[in-house]
């Protein structure tokens, strides 16, 4: 009998035994597992196929709304509480180091596994045979600062008891995934007060552990992965032009433009100009056969319902904004294209504050402003945003459709539609990348965003998105 073996015969007689009695939950497990519970299914979109490792009696993955479901544990009485209690979730029994899963699967949960399993390298490199492009995976183990107090909470039977844990810091885990082939997207610490008393659960875990220093006193990490990428593709893309006001534009937009990938199209939505922008597109497309384009003429209000207009149509793999003020020059964008398809991030978000701008492409309190939002949105959403309101935006069609089936979640709330992205990026975990650009001076036309106004706006959606984000 080899040491893994040796190992799990160990812990699945362990299992089998807290299985197979009844009443095993107590004070401080039930809150601990709850909140796990809401985090997960905060994540997790109900379209998406999941599966959990280490499932135990499938409370985790049965307490899901998803379309498809498969817990595995190695534990029989543990896969026999789990299926008669969820049904409607298939449930494996076999050991997670050389599971082999047939149906790739959009999101695998790992939940307080690696504390427990003989060789997490083995088990992130056996994940990879079961993840497709963008699979993403879900860990999340315990804080070394608990080993102490976790160990006094078994004794005096708050907590099931344990055998010996590996106890891994988030660099440990990061560092196993990269080994492994994977790579990191985000971090976050959960459950500051695991037990579930009124007022004083949410207070402390929705709310006061997004805070330093008490953040740092979490009971778990959760870090979330994905493949790193092994080949590259080509796609065909569509550029979105929301235009308003930008008649004088509008030949050096189609002058500037290139194909990328296997194919290209341009698609114009103009939005209610008092200038002829409308007429001055569909003049110079009539004879333009440099690339497939099309225009449409926007119905709503705002940049954001003239992009969702575009995405509308748009028939390419992947999706680019491409403001029609051209303070951002089209020839840029071949450089978000390559960031994407090799798999830099799957969400590309143009920066402005990296080079030095022209003298009056950005007034004083609008670079204030977006310095600001920057800082908040990186904390709101724990991945590097350094420009939210930069209008080159870069995404893979199939991601959009999944932000815009969760819309809902956030509303229709963002006239700019800058927001609606990121936020919507951030809910299903995204790997988003900043992208620097050098921010020209307009040489037509002026701003159609009001600085006050508009940065009234958006200090509203900063508060919006902490509630509908970061203190969920």
């Given amino acids: 009998m080899n040491n ?66 498969t817990g595995v544990d190695f534990s029989q009485a543990a896969i026999s509480k789990a299926k008669e209690f969820y049904p409607d979730t298939e449930f494996i029994l076999a050991d997670v180091h050389s599971l082999t899963n047939n149906e790739n699967t959009d999101y695998i949960i790992l939940s307080d596994l690696i504390n427990d399993v003989y060789d997490v390298q083995i088990l992130f490199q056996n994940l990879v045979k079961n993840c497709h492009e963008n699979t993403k995976l879900i860990i999340n183990f315990y804080s070394k600062l608990w080993s102490f107090p976790l160990k006094f909470a078994e004794k005096i039977k708050l907590k099931k008891k344990n055998l010996e844990q590996n106890w891994l810091t988030v660099h440990d885990v990061i560092n196993l995934l990269k080994l492994s082939g994977f790579e990191f997207i985000n ?26 220093p008490f953040n740092h ?8 992965a994905g493949l790193i990428p092994s080949e590259i593709k080509s796609n065909s893309v569509s550029i979105i032009v929301p235009a308003r006001n930008e008649a004088g534009n509008i030949r050096d937009i189609l002058d500037g433009v290139e194909k990328l990938g296997s194919e290209t199209e341009l698609i114009f939505v103009e939005g209610n100009s008092s200038d002829n922008t409308y007429d001055v597109i569909k003049s110079e497309i009539k004879n333009y056969t440099k690339l497939p384009v099309s225009l449409y003429k926007q119905k709503g ?24 003020d051209l303070t951002v020059p089209p020839d840029r964008l071949k450089f978000f294209y390559e960031a994407i398809v090799t798999g830099k991030g799957e969400f590309i978000n143009g920066v402005r504050l990296v080079y030095p701008m022209d003298k009056k492409a950005m007034r004083f309190f609008n670079l204030l ?17 350094k420009d939210t309101l930069c209008g080159t935006k870069v995404l893979y069609k199939k991601d959009y459709n999944l932000i815009s089936e969760n819309r809902e979640y956030f509303g229709n709330f963002d006239p700019y539609g800058d927001f609606d992205l990121i936020f919507g990026a951030a809910k299903i975990n995204l790997k ?7 921010y020209r001076e307009r040489t037509y036309g002026e701003t159609n965003i009001s600085r006050w106004s508009g940065g009234w706006l958006l200090l509203k959606m900063v508060f919006f998105a902490a509630r509908k984000l970061k203190f969920k």
């Avoid at 006193?217 to 979330?224: A, S």
């Avoid at 402003?369 to 991945?383: D, E, P, R, V």
């Avoid at 988003?432 to 050098?438: A, S, T």
């Fill in 217 to 224: 006193l979490c009971l778990t990490n959760f870090v979330t």
């Fill in 301 to 324: 209000k705002g940049k954001g319902d003239a992009v969702r207009e575009g995405f509308k149509h748009a028939n390419g793999d992947i999706l680019m904004i491409l403001d029609a």
């Fill in 4 to 69: 893994l073996t040796a190992y799990n015969t160990e812990r699945s007689a362990f299992w089998d035994k807290i299985y197979s009695t009844d009443g095993n939950s107590n004070l401080f497990s039930s809150a601990y597992h709850f909140r796990v519970k809401e985090v997960v299914s905060f994540i997790i979109p109900e379209s998406s196929s999941v599966l959990e490792l280490g499932c135990g009696d499938g409370s985790l993955i049965g307490s899901l709304n998803a379309s498809k479901k």
């Fill in 432 to 438: 988003i990348i900043d992208l620097p650009v050098r």
């Fill in 187 to 212: 971090h976050k610490r959960e459950v500051l007060f695991p037990v579930r008393i009124p007022l004083l659960y949410s207070f402390f875990n929705k709310f006061l552990s997004r805070f330093f």
């Fill in 369 to 385: 402003g977006n310095k600001f939002f920057s800082w908040a949105f990186t904390w709101l959403i724990g991945q590097p945003v």
